[in-house]
């Protein structure tokens, strides 16, 4: 990135940590070593290789319960597919603000499904009901848009009550709390945890069963087939174990990113809760904003709207409308992304230009 470019989007994706990238090199080498081999290969240089991926399926399971086991997958999305495509029958209930992996999936198949309403907080009632012949709840640890923390464990606990399994989607959380206790199945990606991308992971609690979304070879016990990348596995659990070693330092860092933040952007609204949010994460908004000209104005910023907006379909946010907000509200909002790596001053440069160019609109 060039040195003057600021990037604060770390919802979407994060840097690859520089520890990351070095557990991978060995395993992306050419003819000169045997790290190309194939982690199911019997000889020597495939166990060699599937031993890493097996220290890699540790480092990550630390992240996660214990009374489980991690499935490999190419990422978050998949993981969620399959979990979700995994429930034989029942009404599929999720929360408003999930990602579209979770609604899409959920929709796919063809199964009734019921939205779980949020409060103008962006919190789901820990309380809520759940429809007759729910078979899975599906609500995230933490969202994606507003970084609000849901109350996964007591809506874990009711879910069970009502004879439903639950999927908990906890990318934006893994890593960086400590895992949700409660669900069946959790969906986990290595690049919003500063691993690299092309590798998530389904952790799957002890006697529930899941269905394979990929047939061919029968890897990963037959849940998901297809060749691992033992340089994906590397990274991923080199990230986990960092993540899980720096977890407090990290928050700890967000917190005071997050602070800073707000007291330059003073008179900026935060959308959704004030205390059950991960502080990495500040969506504001200012009356009469308009977002697609602060985007060009502060070029050298990489901040986002809502993801609906941010997928170019120009709609206000699903996540945004869902606490109440109306469209000109959803679109007066940015989001800003905090990471382990983001510095006070980039804080301050940012939001100072922000700042900056809102007064130049005349907002
Ligand atoms: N769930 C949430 C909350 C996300 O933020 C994302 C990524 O944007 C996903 C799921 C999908 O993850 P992946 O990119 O690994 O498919």
Redesign the pocket.
């Known amino acids: 990135m060039p040195a003057d470019f600021i990037y604060l989007d770390h919802?979407?994706t994060t840097p690859l940590a520089p520890e990351s990238r070095d557990a991978m090199l060995p395993w992306l080498s050419g003819p000169e070593s045997m790290g190309f081999a194939n982690p199911h290969s019997m000889h020597k240089a495939g166990r060699a290789a599937a031993a890493v991926v097996e220290v890699a399926r540790e480092q990550v399971a630390a992240l996660l319960p214990r009374g489980g086991r991690v499935v490999f997958t190419s990422?978050?999305?998949?993981a969620?597919n399959q979990a979700i495509r995994s429930v034989p029958r029942g009404t599929i209930a999720y929360s408003a603000i999930e990602?579209s992996?979770v609604v899409n999936s959920a929709l796919a198949t063809g199964a009734e499904c019921q939205e779980l309403a949020v409060s103008s907080q962006g919190l789901v009632d820990p309380e809520v009901g759940f429809a007759e012949g729910t078979g899975l709840v599906a609500v995230?640890q933490v969202n994606?848009e507003i970084g609000t923390i849901q109350p996964v464990e007591r809506l874990a606990e009711r879910a069970h009550a009502a004879g439903a399994l639950f999927l908990c989607?906890a990318?934006?959380g893994a890593g960086k709390l400590a895992p949700p206790e409660g669900p069946d199945l959790i969906?986990i990606?290595a690049?919003?945890l500063y691993g690299p991308k092309g590798i998530?992971a389904l952790w799957v609690r002890d006697g529930v069963r899941i269905a394979s979304l990929i047939e061919g070879g029968g890897q990963e016990g037959g849940l998901r087939s297809g060749t691992l990348s033992p340089a994906l596995c590397a990274g991923f659990g080199a990230a986990a174990a960092l993540a899980g070693a720096r977890m407090e330092q990290d928050f700890q860092h967000l917190s005071g990113l997050a602070g800073l933040a707000r007291s330059i952007l003073s008179r900026w609204a935060v959308n959704g809760s004030e205390t059950a949010r991960w502080p990495g994460n500040l969506s504001l908004r200012l009356g009469g904003l308009n977002f697609p000209r602060l985007l060009s104005d502060c070029r050298e910023i990489a901040f986002s709207a809502g993801s609906a907006c941010g997928s170019g379909t120009g709609a206000p946010s699903r996540v945004l409308s869902a606490l109440g907000l109306d469209a000109g509200q959803a679109r007066n909002s940015i989001r800003l992304g905090f990471g382990r790596y983001t510095t006070r001053e980039d804080v301050e440069q940012a939001c100072h230009r922000l700042e900056a160019a809102a007064v130049a609109q005349g907002v």
């Open positions: 919802q979407a990422g978050a999305t998949e969620i990602h992996a995230m994606n989607d990318v934006q969906a990606t690049h919003k998530g």
